[in-house]
């Protein structure tokens, strides 16, 4: 009698009728996400998945890492610039989106002149900069809900690509993380950050710079910079 060799791989499951049974699609996340509403309501959609620390990125789903931020926590990175780092970060992945959550549940902006603190110009800009220079796709979702429901879609598509999970933080260099510090202050952005930078070298000398000297960059972002500046800490 000749030996039947078998072509599937020893893992291969067999559901009853003879078809070979597919795994479900076990999806990454980062262990920070478990509190989350989108992690339930994968769950109940039945879907696997493994927590880890990930350094960049929340959901890995095979080839696609993903960046999640409900509309608040958009706004609040966008402003003290932690969501452009993210983004760069993002680069390491060659598919990668980035999913701004409730947008059924609170305005992204209005054509108000001062939506919370910005201009709606200025979210307009940083949307098209994610797309423009950081080439992130942006996907809105209504809520949990439909974030989960994007994330179960992706799962489900047929492709056998893995990421890689060690990926890293972005090192920032000496000169970017001045930089970084400077435009944490209110109204400051790169270019400012910059020219401060040029002008006064450390971040002690801009403290400590005269109001007249920083008005010579800042302009009217002087008053605001010097209060900073003099204010106490208080617990």
Known sequence: MKEIYNIFPKETKFLKDGRVKIPKQKITIDYREKNSLVVSELVSLGFE????????ADYIIR???????????????????????????????????????????????????????????????????????HKVPI??????????????????????????LNVKKKTLSKKEQLQFIIEGFPGI?????????????????????????????CGKKTEVLKNLFETYYKK
């Open 63 to 133: 080839d696609v890492a993903i960046e999640r931020k409900t509309v608040s926590d958009f706004i609040t990175s966008m402003k003290n610039r932690r969501l452009s780092k993210q983004l760069e970060e993002l680069q390491q992945y060659e598919n990668r989106l980035l999913i701004v959550e409730g947008i059924d549940e609170q305005e992204l902006y209005t054509d108000s002149e001062d939506w919370i603190g910005m201009h709606p110009n200025a979210i307009r800009g940083f949307l098209l900069s994610i797309l423009l220079k």
């Open 189 to 217: 952005g790169p270019k400012t950050a910059k020219k401060l930078l040029s002008k006064f070298k450390t971040i002690k000398n801009i403290i400590n710079a005269s109001e007249e000297e920083l008005r010579e960059v």
């Open 139 to 164: 996907i809105f979702t209504k809520n949990y809900e439909d974030t989960a429901k994007f994330i179960a879609v992706l799962a489900k598509r047929k492709n056998n690509n893995e990421m890689p």
């Open 49 to 56: 998945f493994e927590f880890k620390e990930l350094k960049v």
